[in-house]
T-cell receptor
Framework: DTAVSQTPKYLVTQMGNDKSIKCEQN?????MYWYKQDSKKFLKIMFS???????INETVPNRFSPKSPDKAHLNLHINSLELGDSAVYFC?????????????FGQGTRLTVV | AQSVTQLGSHVSVSEGALVLLRCNYS??????LFWYVQYPNQGLQLLLK??????LVKGINGFEAEFKKSETSFHLTKPSAHMSDAAEYFC?????????????FGAGTRLAVHP
């Protein structure tokens, strides 16, 4: 069983479209994240949710809207896609509960905006 | 603000040679530190982590890292490189900002292993 799974793995779309990426974790973790990896492999946190509550919101355009229907799911919706949104998006989860623990990552979604 | 610096975006070694990937952090409070590996078209996999229990940390695939507070470093080593070690390696730090985990990544180091 895949611990953190994302769909789709590849997403090619035109500028101006709206798209969603889904993420599910079956580890029972209470914290989930979205990270963006750019073409130079640099990883930057975008959002973090703890038990469905938004706890980290970096300086991300408001075209990006995360949604967490329950603590096992964290979806990312992107409106009005732009060329600069092309990147690999990683979902991750961790079990914090008052201490630092490692994050488990999904396989990534490669988004290409044309 | 906390930051992580990885010296050398590309490192190339011969099979069987020592692997040394450098990582330095900047933080007034020693953070928890991690090394992740990313194989092509894959997600990130944890190699090892430092959580203040022991300064020398052993991880998977024969890798280990030593936390040196005086040097603010957490370099990754492996005595003998294998072809399968070729990948992108990321150092990351977290010091539980605001009561929650927030991993800050270095820019990554691409390790190439040649015969």
């Amino acid at each position: 069983d895949t611990a953190v799974s994302q769909t789709p793995k590849y997403l090619v779309t035109q500028m101006g479209n709206d798209k969603s990426i889904k993420c599910e974790q079956n580890l029972g973790h209470d914290t989930m994240y979205w990270y963006k990896q750019d073409s130079k492999k640099f990883l930057k946190i975008m959002f973090s949710y703890n038990n469905k509550e938004l706890i980290i919101n970096e300086t991300v355009p408001n075209r990006f809207s995360p949604k967490s229907p329950d603590k096992a799911h964290l979806n990312l919706h992107i409106n009005s896609l732009e060329l600069g949104d092309s990147a690999v998006y990683f979902c991750a989860s961790s079990q914090d509960r008052g201490r630092i623990s490692e994050a488990f990552f999904g396989q990534g979604t490669r988004l290409t905006v044309v | 603000a906390q930051s992580v610096t990885q010296l050398g975006s590309h490192v190339s070694v011969s099979e069987g040679a020592l692997v040394l990937l450098r990582c330095n952090y900047s933080s007034s409070v020693p953070p928890y530190l991690f090394w992740y590996v990313q194989y092509p078209n894959q997600g990130l996999q944890l190699l090892l982590k430092y959580t203040s229990a022991a300064t020398l940390v052993k991880g998977i695939n024969g890798f280990e890292a030593e936390f040196k507070k005086s040097e603010t470093s957490f370099h990754l080593t492996k005595p003998s490189a294998h072809m399968s070690d070729a990948a992108e390696y990321f150092c990351a730090a977290s010091n539980f900002s605001g009561g929650y985990n927030k991993l800050i990544f270095g820019a990554g180091t691409r390790l190439a292993v040649h015969p």
